[in-house]
């Protein structure tokens, strides 16, 4: 196999707990090179057209997301997002970051799990297979050399057909680390339109027809609309609070008008928004983000039009899946689980997902 070259982005001065000599180093010890080059939001896009499948947590948008939002809950958070090439040629994309709070650093992906490298099509099979073993004896030796007692991993479906695990959930497994099964939410959009409608949960089918009649839907995707600063003003309102920065929602918009997220809203006879639902987008899968629906409206079905809207837009523009969300396992508080049971009830597929505990000797 060719030399696997790490590609850190220029200007990027490693992080609170780790310098770039010592990042080099350790990527040599797992059999790495880790080289300072210039990469780009354009690169890593360019790379992401070559993938078969783009969950939309390996998009631009979503990981700028993710960097704003938990940058307000740690005491920092340095990216360490890696293009992978082989041959000099880009092969994968793996979003990184070291998220220091409490004075204890930690691997993860912009706050989140950490992620598995996203592939190439074209990648062969065995050499995928070493590259992944490779990167997860780099993240292992990360994570040592921060201090950290462990470190967590996450799967994630990629829209394979082939049966079995992919690589990186097989491999930790082999290697001894912890697994935490959990289940994600998905609908199948390749569905022919009536046979889609036909899973969703019977008692679904009333409340959507009648909200229907109730309510005028709106789809926004690649363009500015004054919708955005309404909705952001009724999920202030439901949560009687400002949940987040002013600066997530604005990455969001950004991402709504550049075409990479799309809105949904609903508004009264007499043009009140009672209800909205922003969904983010890759190439092969949206992605059910945020919503929020007017309190006194609880009783009329506004949630289940919402999703009967994205679900038929996402069909129409040719989306293969949708992502409703996760069900983590273990106890769930009653708001946790009404919210699942909502979703489950448009999903035709529950995907096994796991959520991996590396340690010690078999960290990687």
């Not at 939001?41 to 990981?63: D, G, I, M, N, S």
């Not at 293009?83 to 793996?94: K, Y």
């Not at 997220?261 to 007499?270: A, K, W």
Request: glycine share 8%.
């Amino acid at each position: 196999m060719a030399q696997a070259t790490l590609i850190l982005a220029t200007g990027k001065r490693g992080t609170a707990m780790l310098s770039d000599a010592q990042i080099i180093t350790l990527g040599q010890e797992a059999g790495l090179e880790v080289a300072r080059a210039h990469w780009s939001h354009e690169l890593w896009t360019r790379t992401l057209a070559q993938c078969a499948y783009v969950p939309v947590a390996y998009t631009p948008p979503v990981l700028t997301f993710q960097d704003r939002y938990f940058s307000e809950y740690v005491s920092r958070l340095d990216d360490l997002s890696l293009v992978v090439t082989l041959g000099g040629q880009p092969v994968g994309l793996w979003p990184l970051s070291v998220v220091t709070a409490e004075g204890q650093s930690r691997l993860s992906a912009q706050g989140l799990y950490c992620l598995p490298p996203l592939w190439v099509e074209t990648l062969p099979p065995r050499a995928r297979a070493r590259l992944v073993a490779k990167c997860k004896d780099l993240a292992a030796r990360v994570s040592e050399t921060l201090g950290a007692d462990c470190w967590e991993s996450q799967s994630l479906f990629v829209g394979e057909d082939r049966a079995g695990l992919a690589d990186w959930p097989r491999q930790a497994m082999m290697a001894g680390a912890d697994p935490r099964p959990d289940l994600a939410l998905y609908v199948d959009l390749r569905q022919a339109p009536g046979d889609l409608q036909g899973n969703f949960r019977k008692s679904f089918k009333p409340l959507i027809k009648q909200g229907l009649k109730l309510w005028g839907a709106q789809v926004h995707s690649g363009t500015q609309t004054e919708d955005w600063a309404a909705f952001q003003a009724l999920h202030r309102r439901v949560a009687g609070r400002a949940t987040r920065s002013q600066a997530t929602w604005d990455c969001q918009y950004e991402a709504l008008t550049a075409g990479h997220g799309m809105l949904v809203t609903l508004r009264d006879g007499r043009d009140t928004l009672v209800g909205a639902g922003y969904f983010t987008l890759s190439a092969t899968e949206a992605n059910y983000s945020v919503a929020a629906y007017d309190r006194d409206l609880f009783d009329k079905p506004l949630g289940h039009v919402v999703q009967h809207h994205a679900i038929a837009t996402f069909q129409a523009w040719g989306l293969p899946w949708y992502r409703l969300g996760r069900v983590s396992a273990g106890r769930q508080t009653p708001k946790e689980r009404a919210i699942n049971e909502f979703k489950s009830g448009f999903a035709s597929h529950s995907i096994p997902e796991f959520v991996f505990t590396h340690r010690g000797a078999d960290a990687g």
